[in-house]
């Protein structure tokens, strides 16, 4: 019978690489899209290991692919804090680097006493889904990291937690929203099944932390092409300048439909932005002729309209 928790994490590895080069097409002179390419890959080498590691035949080649996957688990808390930091512009970090170079520094720490020696765990045993992790219980380096993991992954919730209330656009709080409710169930479980289940000698199935994070790396992805999530992607820094235009802005189809507005727009007709979508803009201006989509694309056809004062109708004064 094949092994089910090897072959999601192999797909769940494809999901990481995918999120990777996704990142780094949209913009790969980006910062936030460097980073989140580089905590995808961590989350890749991470599944990478542990699909190989469930698949081991001995116990040597399971320590080898243990050493592998702790490449993404020990570099990947720093740079979750370093993407939500950037994201949600976090001041802090920004006004005290030294604080995000330790993170980092601790990280790589954790890694060279992995490679070097054992961190997390003395052991292994089989299940019957593969082999899993007997850790130490009051190992010192052990409870280090894992203060370390819960530290990383709060600061870093918190930061968008704080961004998602504070922030005045609605698109960054439909961005935090996100990320938050795909990230708050994912760290749940995981905390459980990966620590507390270990810490009390359970081994009821092989940890599913790099399998459960695709979930988080999803909700990112949906953040990103749904909200257009700050800079991952080229246009933003334009978008950002129409959101806070005090003059309405329209964006409409050859056959005169509104493809595109900004919240400016929706105070001059008292409507949600999103509510004027998909509208022909005839029905905004029904008094204006001229904009009725045939005459308009018509006039502009002979010549260029550089300026038009117009008046809403008498449903929207």
Not at 46 to 53: A, D, R, V
Not at 272 to 279: E, I, N, R, S, V
Request: one cysteine or more; glycine letters at 6%; aromatic letters at 12%.
């Amino acid at each position: 019978m094949p092994n089910i928790i090897a072959i999601l994490s192999i797909l769940a590895t494809g999901v990481f690489v995918y999120l990777v080069i996704y990142a780094l097409i949209l913009d790969w002179r980006s910062r936030p899209n460097q980073v989140f390419a580089a905590l995808s890959l961590s989350f890749a080498v991470w599944n990478f290991g542990h699909s190989h590691l469930l698949l081991s035949a001995t116990l040597t080649d399971v320590w080898t692919w243990y050493r592998v996957s702790s490449v993404g688990w020990a570099l990947g808390p720093p740079l979750l804090v370093h993407f939500f930091a950037l994201i949600s512009r976090n001041r802090w970090f920004a006004r005290s680097p030294l604080a995000l170079a330790a993170l980092y520094v601790a990280g790589f720490v954790f890694l060279i006493k992995q490679l070097t020696g054992k961190l997390l765990v003395k052991d292994f045993v089989m299940t019957p889904l593969g082999w899993d992790e007997v850790f130490y219980f009051s190992h010192g380096w052990s409870l280090a990291y894992m203060t370390f993991y819960l530290v990383c992954s709060l600061l870093g919730l918190g930061m968008v937690w704080r961004w998602g209330v504070t922030a005045t656009e609605p698109r960054h709080r439909k961005q935090a929203r996100v990320i938050l409710f795909t990230g708050l169930p994912v760290l749940a479980v995981v905390t459980f099944t990966n620590v507390v289940l270990r810490h009390l000698d359970i081994h009821l199935f092989p940890g599913l932390a790099p399998i459960l994070l695709v979930i988080w790396g999803i909700g990112i992805w949906i953040a990103v092409r749904r909200y257009r999530l700050m800079a991952l992607t080229a246009k933003v820094a334009s978008q950002d300048i129409v959101e806070t235009m005090t003059d309405g802005l329209l964006l409409v189809s050859l056959e005169g439909e509104i493809q595109e507005t900004n919240p400016a727009t929706g105070k001059i007709f008292a409507e949600q932005p999103d509510a004027l979508l998909g509208k022909n803009i005839s029905a905004l201006f029904p008094e204006q002729e001229a904009l009725q989509p045939e005459q308009l694309f018509a006039q502009l056809e002979q010549t260029p309209i550089t300026a038009m004062e117009l008046e809403a109708g008498p449903e929207q004064s």
